[in-house]
Each structure stands twice: as C-alpha cells, then as structure tokens.
C-alpha cells in the first residue's frame, strides 16, 4: 500500500496503550465500540470530566471507520425533502444545524497540530448523472435559502470543465466541505480520547450486558466492568449484545479502491481538487496523494473480499474516464455501514443510563461526530439535544429477508439510475446531431435559394424541428438506448 494509507497512524499511533481489558473496572462511562462514533463520544466525555473506557472487539477502526474515503459534509443519508416531510421544517432545520456542528467539529479536530499528515483539502461537487437541471435548481434554494447552507449551481459546462466525461451534467458545489485522510482521522482521535484520559481496550468484545440498575453490567470475555452510562457505538456488529437493536440495522458492505500513481494525464481528466459524488450515490471519488485516484462505488448486502471488486472498479473509473483506460489499482478495501430504515441515524438514550449512537451509513463523518458530542453533554450537562431524533424510532430491518430485498432495491436503484443516465446522454447526443443537421439543412436550403430563387419564392422551407425523445416507451418501459450504452447499462450495477 502507498505511503499516505500504510502508514495511517504515524504520529499518532498509542496501540501499545490500547491492551486486552484483563481486569474488572468500574467507570462513569462505557463505550462499546473504537470506530468513529464510540472514539468521539469517549474524547468528549473525557474531556468533560468523566472515566470512561471504551471496549473494541477487534481493533480501532476495524471496520468502517478506519476503511472510509474522508469526504466530510453537511447533512444526513435522508434527502432533505423527505427531512422536512417527516419532522416539519423548523426540526429539519435545527438537525441539519447539528449535522453541520459535526462537519465543523471535524474540521476543528482534524488539524495538522493534532494529527499530522490528516491532509485537508477543501470543497466537494455533487454531479447529477441526468440532465435534472430543475430538480437541482430547487435543491438548492432549499439549500441555500431555508437551511443557509453555502452551495453553488454549475452549470454542465462548468461541471465537464473540472471532470472531462459526458456522464455528469449539472452539480452542487459545496465549498465548506471538505476532505481529510479518513484513516488518520480515526486513529488521531483515538490518540486524543486517550490523551484527554479515556481507556481503550481491544480485543475486548462485549458479550452481554444488563442495563438495569444505576450502576449497569458489562461482561467480556476476560473481565466485568460496572457503569453508570453504557453507550452503544458499535454499528452492525453489535450482535448478540442487544440483539434487538442489531435487527434494526441494514449492514451495506462497501468498497473502494486506491489506484497507482496515474501521473499527469489524471490532473488533464480531472481538475477538480475537492471529492466527487454522483447524485443517485453510485460513484464516489477524489484525487489523493498529488496523482493516484480512490474510488468507492460497489457494495453487497453480504460480507465478501474487497479484492474481488478492484477490477468492478476499474471498469467504473474506464467507463467514466475512458481517457484513463484501465488504471492499475494498488489496493482495494472496504467496511460495513449500518443503513437504517428511515435514513436517519440513531442517537439517543434506550432506557435510563443506556445509550445509542449507530446507523450512520455512508455519511458517518460528520453525523456521528455530532452523535458524539451531543451524548456526550446529555450524558455530562443534562442536554436534551438527543431528543430531535425521537421521531425515528428503531425500526426493525427485516432480517434476511430485508437484507435480500435490500440488496435487489439497491441493484434496481443502480440499473435505474444508470439507465436513465444512458438515456439523458443519448438525447444530448441527439440534441447536438440534430442542430448539425439542421444546419447543414438551412445552409442548403439557403444556398438554394440563393442559386434559384425563383424556384423557391417563399424562401428556404422551414425545417420543422422533430418532436423530442419519449422518456418512457409506449409500454411504460425505458426507452432502448443505443447499443453503445447498453454496456454502461450492465456496468450500474456491480
Ligand atoms: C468504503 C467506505 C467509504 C466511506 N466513505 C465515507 C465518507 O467519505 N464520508 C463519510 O462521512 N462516511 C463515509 N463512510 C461511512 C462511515 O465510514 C461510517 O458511517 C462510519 O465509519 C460508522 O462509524 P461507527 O463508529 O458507527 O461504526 P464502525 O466503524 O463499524 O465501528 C464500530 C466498532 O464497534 C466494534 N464493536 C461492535 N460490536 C462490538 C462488541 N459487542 N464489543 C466490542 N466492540 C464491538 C466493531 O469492532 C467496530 O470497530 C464510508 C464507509 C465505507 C465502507
């Protein structure tokens, strides 16, 4: 692996203070789970006073944390309109706020003080795959106007300036996001709950607890442990610990892959120097590393090797990028996000004492380092922030068989969204074959005009201009598109 990814934890590694937990313990707080959201909960419960330990089955960001591409932005997986449909818009507003208190806490930890190397690098551009200037329009006067959320609209031809494919039209640009080496973020914030007095253990899975009680039990293989607050960080593999509310999470596995040193033909393809996210959320990419690209697109509903989808996303890089042809990839990874049935994360308090923080999906940055620090002052000042989250209880996930229909909607989402975005680039072909054509028809019109006018009195014969593309065939189907794309069509959906 390249020198950024291999050596994540330089300068901030403290793994030889992060033992097997061998002794009973007792403490104001314990966390269970080292990824991001347990590690921030623990810095700033530390940092308020309390004791607190945090128990890691494996180690700090096995999982997703530690297996992340590092875009930090404002918001939640939920889209905004649906937010407002379900908690009104003055509740919309104030979680969007806290969403963004999390982007900026980020911001404020991830300096190159306290973690060396964290390499931020500003702004982020969602592409739409479809010509949906209108939707986008109104998407961002929501944005901008009733949320105050700084984005700009490009148009297409500022979008193909920065990334030269015909795949993305319009975009939202978000120049307060921004981008960090993700593993170092994790790892950075391990070193400061530490440091602030937190005690990491890994290799200390939690097996069960019991939650009654104002001192509550924690039990591990190798020692017990007894806290006033049991908070629960631990995303899809929480297990049997609350079986209850491991049912109510989706697990998504998702990949990405880091290229090799690609030179300066990828400066020539892609200018843009923030991350890159398709609207329907497929591809996600960023330059890191001055010439190497990391690209995150595939995912399954089960637990696979992350090897197995490097040449999944070569083919997605050369059907973007063709001018790229097929990159050579140097390393492919790739974690567990625990999607929830609503979108929204969850984050609150179960019962007296017991403590949520999980479901943060593919936008686990900046959500739960809010999570992080809003249960962290419920916990420590009485707030009641928590409380916003009411509305989206923990619903069950379906189990299985949500896990396969999941798994069939993802892949009808991809094939969708990738043939409606075969479709908006066949009429814009269209589109300009059509002005050629009409051209070339008016000049020899006009050239014939000119030549015999009196064979034409009228003047040249207006070209009457052809009705555009039905969306959909007469039989509701997708239109077919051209045998070119039909390859594109498969390649949605890996
Ligand atoms: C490829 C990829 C790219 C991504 N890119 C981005 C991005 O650019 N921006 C963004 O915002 N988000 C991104 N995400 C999503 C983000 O990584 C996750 O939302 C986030 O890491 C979830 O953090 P977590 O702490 O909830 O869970 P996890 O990272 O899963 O951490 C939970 C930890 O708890 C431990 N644990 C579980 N059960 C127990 C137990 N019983 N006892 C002890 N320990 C236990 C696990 O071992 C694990 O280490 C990406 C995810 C992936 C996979």
């Known amino acids: 692996m390249p020198e950024t990814f291999t050596s994540a934890t330089n300068g901030l590694d403290d793994a030889p203070f992060r033992s097997r937990l061998s002794f009973d313990l007792d403490v104001d707080i314990c966390v ?27 180690h700090v960001g096995w999982n997703a944390s530690g297996h992340q591409l590092g875009t930090v932005m404002p918001g939640f997986g939920l889209p905004i309109g649906e937010l407002i449909e379900r908690v009104g818009l ?18 404020a930890t991830a300096t190159e003080e306290a973690m060396p190397g964290i390499a931020l690098t ?67 914030l391990a070193a400061l709950a530490r440091r602030a007095g937190a005690r990491i253990f890994e290799d200390t899975p939690v097996v069960s607890i019991d939650p009654s009680g104002i001192r509550k039990r924690i039990v591990t293989p190798s020692a017990r442990l007894r806290a006033s607050h049991i908070v629960l960080a631990g995303n899809v593999h929480l297990g049997a610990t609350l079986p209850r509310l491991s049912e109510t999470l989706l697990p998504v596995w998702r990949y990405a892959a880091l290229t090799e040193p690609l030179g300066e033909r990828l400066g020539e393809v892609i200018a843009f120097k923030g991350s890159v996210a398709d609207s329907d959320g497929i591809d996600h990419f960023r330059i890191v590393d001055g010439d190497r690209l990391l690209w995150a697109s595939p995912e399954t509903t089960w637990e696979a090797r992350p090897r197995r989808f490097g040449p ?19 390393d492919v990874f790739g974690g567990a996000v625990g999607l929830t049935v609503h979108g929204m994360p969850q ?18 940055l900046n959500t739960s380092a809010m999570a992080g620090q809003v249960i962290a002052r419920s916990i420590l000042w009485g707030e009641e922030r928590w409380k916003l989250f009411s509305p ?79 969306a959909t065939a007469p039989d509701g189907g997708m239109s077919p598109a051209p045998s070119q794309e039909s390859e594109i069509i498969r390649g949605g959906s890996v």
């Open 32 to 58: 269970v789970g080292a990824g991001l959201a347990g590690l921030t909960v623990a810095l700033e419960a530390a940092r308020l006073g309390a004791s607190v330990a945090v128990l890691e089955g494996r």
């Open 90 to 107: 003055e509740d919309a507003r104030e979680l969007l706020a806290l969403s963004k208190e999390g982007a900026d806490y980020v911001r």
């Open 122 to 188: 500003e702004g982020a551009l969602e592409v739409s795959n479809v010509d949906a200037g209108d939707t986008l329009i109104s998407r961002l006067q929501t944005l901008s106007e009733d949320f105050a959320t700084e984005v700009e609209g490009w148009q297409v031809d500022r979008v193909r300036d920065q990334l030269k494919t015909g795949r993305y039209f319009h975009g939202i640009h978000y120049p307060r996001a921004f981008q960090i080496d993700g593993r170092k973020y994790v790892h950075g």
């Open 312 to 330: 999944a996303i070569q083919r997605r890089i050369a059907t973007t990028f063709p001018q790229l042809g097929k990159v050579a990839i140097s």
């Open 347 to 364: 984050i609150g308090q179960l019962r007296k004492g017991l403590w949520v923080a999980s479901g943060f999906g593919r936008h686990g």
């Open 392 to 470: 989206f209880e923990l619903v069950w996930a379906g189990g299985a068989t949500g896990r396969v229909a999941g798994h069939l909607i993802g892949l009808w989402g991809r094939g969708h969204s990738a043939a409606a975005g075969a479709l908006a680039r066949y009429r814009e072909g269209a589109r300009a074959r059509e002005r050629v054509r009409e051209a070339r028809l008016a000049e020899a019109n006009r050239q014939a005009g000119t030549r015999s006018p009196a064979r034409s009195p009228a003047g040249p014969r207006p070209v009457r201009p052809k009705p555009p593309l039905p």
